[in-house]
Nanobody
Framework: QVQLVESGGGLVQAGGSLRLSCTAS????????MGWFRQAPGKERDVVAA????????NYADPVKGRFTISRDNTKNTVYLQMTSLKPEDTAVYYCALVVGYGSRWSASGAYNFWGQGTQVTVSS
């Protein structure tokens, strides 16, 4: 099993920044992808960004391109989501997730094997 623990959420004014962290523990894999998803009240869970652990290839959803940056620290088994120029519509619970291998579409939430508990991000106008 894999445990994913997110941190770094909070309340920020529009235009501000936050950095989310997600640390993985438990089983290890040679090839895997980690992603960030978010879910606003009454809405479906949407992909935000993902990073392939081995080659650091990244992908972003259109609403966050140019504002969010996903990165990882292999020594800490941690993936980060640096969020800048935050907007009220970024308000959501943010989840990190892990999928073993690279055979699935990066944005397919159903493909991810393990999920964190989520961290709340609230952006005030």
């Amino acid at each position: 099993q894999v445990q994913l623990v997110e941190s770094g959420g909070g309340l920020v004014q529009a235009g501000g920044s936050l950095r989310l962290s997600c640390t993985a523990s438990g089983r290890t894999f040679t090839s895997f992808r980690m992603g960030w998803f978010r879910q606003a009240p009454g809405k479906e869970r949407d992909v935000v960004a993902a990073i392939d652990w081995t080659n650091r290839k990244t992908n972003y959803a259109d609403p966050v391109k140019g504002r969010f940056t996903i990165s990882r620290d292999n020594t800490k088994n941690t993936v980060y989501l640096q969020m800048t120029s935050l907007k009220p519509e970024d308000t959501a619970v943010y989840y990190c997730a892990l999928v073993v291998g690279y055979g699935s579409r990066w944005s397919a939430s159903g493909a991810y094997n393990f999920w964190g508990q989520g961290t709340q991000v609230t952006v005030s106008s």
